[in-house]
T-cell receptor, first 115, second 117 residues
Framework: AQKITQTQPGMFVQEKEAVTLDCTYD???????LFWYKQPSSGEMIFLIY??????QNATEGRYSLNFQKARKSANLVISASQLGDSAMYFC????????????FGQGTRLTINP | GAVVSQHPSRVICKSGTSVKIECRSL??????MFWYRQFPKQSLMLMAT?????????EQGVEKDKFLINHASLTLSTLTVTSAHPEDSSFYIC?????????????FGPGTRLLVL
């Protein structure tokens, strides 16, 4: 079974609009972390936001927020006021347990911001 | 902070040669580093976990004799692709784990594009 599922291969959004990228996960470990990374065409992986399984509040980092619904096992990324520079691949990832554990990535969503 | 570098950024080699890729944590120590591979239009797949001073842990299906990993210091891990073949052409990216903290995140290097002719 897939541990991380991103169901949107591609998304097209008008500049300045908000966009939600979906991510669902599957784990039986009570302690886990959820991450979103942005990968532009250059290939680098840029860390955007993190949500711990025990965090009570949804994480926010500037224009990025994570809509964490634990019971539904979803961790959607919300980008407010999208910009042309937001066009990239976006990956959701999960770490099971704590510490130096491997990340499991979803298949990614290609976001295109139209002017 | 939390900067990770990779060298080289791009390499083209002939089939049968070996290629070494370096991953360095520039402003922190990393007892654990990870090596991922990404084929075009696909996601990142973990190849191995590199631990300073001990043998690397390889994921199922990854040949440890072909992808040699050495984590000789707290800031450097190397991946050597031995006897490279065209099917090894891929984007190789490393990450480093700086230690427990509020995010416990890994920081990624810029990646290395390998093309084997």
């Amino acid at each position: 079974a897939q541990k991380i599922t991103q169901t949107q291969p591609g998304m097209f959004v008008q500049e300045k609009e908000a966009v939600t990228l979906d991510c669902t996960y599957d784990t039986s470990d009570p302690s886990y972390g959820l991450f979103w990374y942005k990968q532009p065409s250059s290939g680098e992986m840029i860390f955007l936001i993190y949500q711990g399984s025990y965090d009570q509040q949804n994480a926010t980092e500037g224009r990025y927020s994570l809509n964490f619904q634990k019971a539904r096992k979803s961790a959607n990324l919300v980008i407010s006021a999208s910009q042309l520079g937001d066009s990239a691949m976006y990956f959701c990832a999960m770490r099971e347990g704590r510490g130096a554990q491997k990340l499991v990535f979803g298949q990614g969503t290609r976001l295109t911001i139209n002017p | 902070g939390a900067v990770v570098s990779q060298h080289p950024s791009r390499v083209i080699c002939k089939s049968g040669t070996s290629v070494k890729i370096e991953c360095r944590s520039l402003d922190f120590q990393a007892t654990t580093m990870f090596w991922y591979r990404q084929f075009p239009k696909q996601s990142l797949m973990l190849m191995a976990t590199s631990n300073e001073g001990s043998k690397a842990t390889y994921e199922q299906g990854v040949e440890k004799d072909k992808f040699l990993i050495n984590h000789a210091s707290l800031t450097l891990s190397t991946l050597t692709v031995t006897s490279a073949h065209p099917e090894d052409s891929s984007f190789y990216i490393c990450s480093a784990f700086p230690g427990l903290g509020d995010k416990e995140t890994q920081y990624f290097g810029p990646g290395t594009r390998l093309l084997v002719l």
